[in-house]
């Protein structure tokens, strides 16, 4: 008869690898079916195939180093999709959640184990330190709902965290006290404050600037995502060089690149893909290998020691997360959410426990025995169950309650966003593409349409080639931001009239092209077709330039003419830069007169809470020429300008391009034509003659005397 066993486990490196890949594929569609998170699935997978299931697999070293790479993905996911401003406006009430997450549990369990279990004082401590701390293994159920940014996750990923600073600074206390290492006196805490203040400055002054200079100088994707994950174990090394647990490093340096990687980004995209396909299934199917099920039916203090460390654990982080509530006046629906993410114990508890294995109380005597050990093994099983399947809950119940409530239907219905790309370099289109992107609305999740026109002459077949070419890189890149693209190459006679036939033709809201960078097309500011497009379209119209990645920029600088909030696109173009400011995740400066700084601040207040929005009066339009100089090369300078005949038109909007060129020495630009009442372009041919630009009379005066004397001279 067959022997299947002597086949068991498989240790052939290929079939290990398929086989984690064939769970990691089927578990979703099983667990789908039983309407059962697919994390849970996933950790139940690794229970039958390790050895105290069916003994499939055995856990070598490709588990523990995938699985260490997929605890320390979470955590840095946790800390580059955290809504930062929505943390540094929550500061109070995530350290008080993180303070009740923390002390509700441990005192709890540490009453329970001394009184209930029996343990000594150490041992009470180290699994009371256990139970105060949690694992984010619910964070892509939260993540796959859209609420990554939401006020619940922001409060439990940043209570987490504090819990977990304050749980390994007592692991290291309890270490030196069992002997373990140096005794917790007066010098250790000064060398342990000193390295930890060390260490966050040095990541705090360094990272930033050397993320900044990376990504500007190198445009490469796979050298981004490389230099990324180099920075995020690089920091959780360093971490565990001063004795804290390198989750904490991964999780640090998630915050500090959190700006340098916009959400609506190739780059995230990749991040986040990488991760939910690989490296996390492979954690999680690895903490399932080391559950031992057997355990409860083998009688003995096991089920004693189970339950209590469940029951008294899991109450301690749902008293923490409703307390927290009730204290901070919010929903308990909310409080579900927070239980739910900050419930789990898995990395964190698996790894104190090992700590106590290794120390030493007497000789032969180990501060963590089996039963401590198998007790916390099988507690990682019921809290990961509870926390994914409250977590999945109040996650859809959260979704449905903000789309009853909130008025994105009636927005959805209304709004006929629908942005047009005209490109014609290489040099520019990826640029705009990124900006397009950052401004659509993600709820609506509509494609953008990218155009090339080209001239119909006898160059027409090679120029529409390489227009082609030009767009299917734009495809590409916009499928790795996960953004629908449907591109289009035209034949015009006229291409001011192709761009503005095919806005027409697309029923476009919008347009956003670039401004021409070689010399050689047009010596005129605005180029050769632009004015064209803006004087024959009535509708919003941007025009971009910016020579660095949008993720580096520090702050993006508004110009507001008097009177711009009576034209009928006011709201459009400051949705469109509030989304530009929130992808990015820098600063919003308005520059306005007071009456139009009041109505921004309300929109961006009611809209867009989350978005670093600043407001500086500007008394009258001269003020551009300070705004200008003062913009840093760094920093991008936006400048709301109108066509003749509107309400916000001014003479001095017709000296915009002399003054730009002569005072605004930047490369980051953009000028926005907001939707304005005007002729509708029904009366557009294509046999129009070509728009050139119209120069003020204030620029043909100059051009005139500056011919005569150079005539004269």
């Not at 021409?516 to 047009?522: D, E, K, M, Q």
Request: overall charge positive; hydrophobic content about 50%; glycine content about 8%.
């Amino acid at each position: 008869m067959l022997q299947l066993t002597q086949y068991f486990p498989v240790t052939n490196p290929t079939m290990v690898f398929f086989i984690v890949l064939v769970v990691i594929l089927f578990a979703p569609i099983v667990m789908g079916k039983l309407r059962i998170p697919h994390i849970i699935g996933m950790v139940l997978a690794g229970v039958a195939l390790g050895k105290y299931g069916f003994n499939i697999l055995e856990r070598d070293s490709s588990f523990e180093l995938f699985g260490r790479v997929g605890l320390l993905y979470i955590m840095f996911l946790a800390g580059i999709e955290m809504d930062m401003e929505g943390l540094r406006k929550n500061a109070r009430q995530v350290g008080l959640f993180g303070l009740l997450t923390f002390a509700v549990p441990f005192f709890l369990m540490y009453v329970a184990s001394r009184l209930l279990l029996g343990y000594s004082h150490l041992a009470s401590v180290l699994l009371s330190c256990i139970m105060s701390t949690n694992t984010l293994i619910a964070y892509p159920i939260v993540a796959r709902y859209g609420l990554k940014r939401h006020y619940a996750t922001t409060l439990s990923v940043g209570a987490s965290m504090l819990s977990l600073l304050i749980t390994l600074v007592i692991v290291a206390a309890t270490t030196g006290a069992a002997g373990g290492g140096a005794r917790p006196d007066a010098l250790f805490w000064l060398l342990f404050v000193a390295k930890f203040a060390a260490y966050c400055a040095l990541l705090l002054f360094l990272l930033p600037r050397l993320t900044r200079w990376f990504l500007r100088r190198y445009s490469d994707a796979v050298m981004q995502f490389i230099f990324v994950l180099s920075m995020m174990f690089l920091s959780a090394a360093l971490c565990e060089l001063i004795g804290i647990e390198g989750i904490f490093g991964a999780f640090f340096s998630g915050l500090i690149m959190n700006r340098y990687v916009p959400p609506l980004s190739p780059l995230m995209n990749r991040i986040e893909f990488i991760g939910n396909a690989l490296f996390i299934p492979y954690f999680l199917i690895g903490v399932g290998m080391l559950i031992n099920l057997r355990l409860l039916f083998a009688g003995g203090d096991i089920i004693t020691t189970v339950l209590c460390i469940v029951i008294v654990g899991t109450l301690g982080k749902a008293l923490a997360a409703y307390i927290s509530c009730i204290v901070l006046r919010r929903s308990w629906l909310a409080g579900h959410l927070m239980f739910g993410l900050t419930s789990a114990h898995a990395a964190a508890g698996i790894a104190i426990v090992m700590i106590g294995m290794r120390l030493q109380t007497a000789p032969g005597q180990y501060l963590v025995g089996d039963d401590m050990l198998n007790g916390v093994i099988v507690m990682i099983l019921f809290t990961c169950i509870i926390s994914t399947m409250i977590t999945d809950r109040a996650a859809r119940a959260t979704v449905l309650k903000e789309s009853e409530f909130s008025d994105s239907d009636k927005e959805k219905r209304g709004d006929d966003e629908k942005i047009l790309i005209p490109v014609k370099y290489t040099e520019t289109a990826g640029m705009l593409l990124s900006i397009a992107s950052m401004m659509r609305n993600p709820e609506l999740n509509r494609g953008l349409i990218a155009l090339n026109v080209v001239y119909d002459d006898e160059e027409a077949d090679k120029n529409q080639y390489r227009g082609q070419q030009l767009l299917d890189s734009m495809v590409q890149q916009a499928s790795a931001a996960d953004v629908r693209l449907q591109t289009q190459v035209r034949l015009a006679t006229n291409i001011g009239n192709g761009i503005k036939h095919a806005f027409k033709e697309y029923d476009c809201s919008e347009v956003i092209f670039g401004v021409h960078i070689h010399p050689n097309s047009s010596r005129v500011f605005w180029g050769e077709f632009a004015q064209s497009v803006f004087n024959g379209l009535s509708r919003q119209i941007i025009i971009a330039r910016c020579t660095q990645p949008l993720s580096t920029l520090r702050a993006i600088r508004v110009a507001v003419p008097s009177r711009a909030e009576f034209e009928p696109g006011f709201y459009r173009w400051v949705e469109r830069l509030a989304r530009l400011a929130g992808g990015i995740g820098c600063r919003l400066v308005f520059n306005a007169r007071e009456d139009t700084l009041a109505l921004i601040r309300k929109y961006i207040g009611n809209k867009h809470r989350s978005v670093r929005a600043e407001y500086v009066e500007m008394a009258n339009w001269s003020g551009l020429i300070h705004l200008a100089e003062a913009t840093n090369a760094d920093e991008m300078l936006v400048v709301v300008t109108a066509r003749q005949g509107t309400v916000s038109y001014k003479s001095a909007l017709d000296r915009l391009p002399e003054e730009l060129t002569e005072h605004y020495h930047g490369t980051n630009l953009m000028i926005i034509f907001p939707d304005q009442y005007g002729p509708a372009p029904d009366t557009m041919t294509f046999a129009t003659a070509t728009h050139r630009e119209q120069l003020s009379a204030y620029q043909e005066l100059l051009t005139w005397w500056r011919r005569i004397t150079k005539g004269r001279a």
